[in-house]
Every structure is written in structure tokens, then in C-alpha cells.
Antibody, heavy 120, light 113 residues
Framework: QVQLVQSETEVKKPGASVRVSCRAS????????MHWVRQAPGQGLEWVGW????????YYAQKFQGRVTLTRDTSISTAYMDLSSLTSDDTAVYYC?????????????WGQGTTVTVSS | DLEMTQSPLSLLVTPGEPASISCRSS???????????LDWYLQKPGKSPQLLIY???NRASGVPDRFSGSGSGTDFTLKISRVEAEDVGVYYC??????????FGQGTKLEIK
């Protein structure tokens, strides 16, 4: 079945970087954008950016420009989000979600989420 | 950035009764294709968000037909014809048209009486 499986919880110190992975299965990895969305504790959803795994085009929210890098490894159908210069404000659950590159059907499959805690 | 405003921010509903959530965008979400680029997502407690409605009025696969979406341009509505206990959670609208960024509403928390 179609699923996105994310990496485990991360605890980082301020100033560090974190990498979160999202492994896709059950569909053609290069046929779907991979989005990253985060949710701070008790807050709403915030879009981080997306990557087109087919051509590595990326789109980032301006808020994260210069701190976030989205990459992918098509050989293992996995997308990555690297976030640098972490502060306590980056403490959140990070989700990956897919969107068809052909026709728009919404963000129809989501990962289980990865908790990133930034604390000294 | 385009702003999405939901109302109300919370709902307390008796099972079997209807519920309605409004989402207003600061710019039109009507594309030249004729489609309105507005989605609805539900985040159940402790879970990842799940897609309910895409392109304003299309139910996602597996979504019960008690959920419906309507609206055009800047004003959209999600309706639940008869609320069930499993519908509790936070509902978000999202626009994927004026990017970056994709924008979410603040969320509407639905609780059962």
C-alpha cells in the first residue's frame, strides 16, 4: 500500500542541524512532489517547502530560505529535509506529504511525523 | 503572502447534527482552468493530517459523503451533514495556488457534546 515512513525522533542543541527522512513505498516516487509541513506544539500547520523528485526542483517558504534544504535519493525512494541553525522555535513535528505532479488531487498521503526537539 | 482565515475557531456539536466551517482567502483561488484551489484537511487527535476535500468540492478517496465542500473565489465552506464521534479533531483549509508558500488556515477544533 502507499505509505510514507519518516525517521525517528531527534533531539538537537541550539545551533545544530537536523536531517529528517521520508521513505516512500507503493507508488512511483518521481511522479509526486514531496512536501514538508511542520507543527509546533499546540499550534497549526506551517508549510516548509517541496521538492520535485524527478528534477530536484525545490520551492521553499521564504521564512526558511537559507536554512532548509530538500533533497532526495531516487534509488531508495527517500526524501530528506535538512534544517540548520536550529533554535527552540524549530521544535515541532515535521511531516512529509505527497502531491501528484500530473493533476492536482491534494496532499493525499502523509507521513507519521517526526518530532524534532531543540533544547540546550 | 496569501492569508487564510477560518471561522469559527471552535465548534461544539451534538452527534447527528450538522456542522459548517468557513474559510476565507485574501486573494482569489479561482484558477484559469475553472478550478478553485482550496483543500480541507482533518487532523484527528495525535494523528497526521488527512485529506478530506481537494479543489474545493472533490472528496478524497475513502471520505464519507457526509463531508462536502463548496465555494468559489475567496469564500469556501466545509459542511458535515451529520456529525459523528469520529469527526473530532482540527480542520484546516489550505491553498496551493499562490505559492510559495502553501498557506493553511488557523484551524477549527471540532468537539462533540
Amino acid at each position: 500500500q502507499v505509505q510514507l515512513v519518516q525517521s525517528e525522533t531527534e533531539v538537537k542543541k541550539p545551533g545544530a542541524s537536523v536531517r529528517v527522512s521520508c521513505r516512500a513505498s507503493g507508488y512511483t516516487f518521481t511522479g509526486y512532489y514531496m512536501h514538508w509541513v511542520r507543527q509546533a506544539p499546540g499550534q497549526g500547520l506551517e508549510w516548509v517547502g517541496w521538492i520535485n523528485p524527478n528534477n530536484v526542483a525545490t520551492y521553499y517558504a521564504q521564512k526558511f530560505q537559507g536554512r532548509v534544504t530538500l533533497t532526495r535519493d531516487t534509488s531508495i525512494s527517500t526524501a530528506y529535509m535538512d534544517l540548520s541553525s536550529l533554535t527552540s522555535d524549530d521544535t515541532a513535528v515535521y511531516y512529509c506529504a505527497r502531491e501528484s505532479t500530473a493533476n492536482y488531487f491534494g496532499l493525499d498521503v502523509w507521513g507519521q511525523g517526526t518530532t524534532v526537539t531543540v533544547s540546550s | 503572502d496569501l492569508e487564510m482565515t477560518q471561522s469559527p475557531l471552535s465548534l461544539l456539536v451534538t452527534p447527528g447534527e450538522p456542522a459548517s466551517i468557513s474559510c476565507r482567502s485574501s486573494q482569489s483561488l479561482l484558477h484559469s482552468s475553472g478550478y478553485n484551489f482550496l483543500d480541507w484537511y482533518l487532523q484527528k487527535p495525535g494523528k497526521s493530517p488527512q485529506l478530506l476535500i481537494y479543489l474545493a468540492s472533490n472528496r478524497a478517496s475513502g471520505v464519507p459523503d457526509r463531508f462536502s465542500g463548496s465555494g468559489s473565489g475567496t469564500d469556501f465552506t466545509l459542511k458535515i451533514s451529520r456529525v459523528e464521534a469520529e469527526d473530532v479533531g482540527v480542520y484546516y483549509c489550505m491553498q496551493p495556488l499562490q505559492i510559495p508558500p502553501y498557506s493553511f488556515g488557523q484551524g477549527t477544533k471540532l468537539e462533540i457534546k
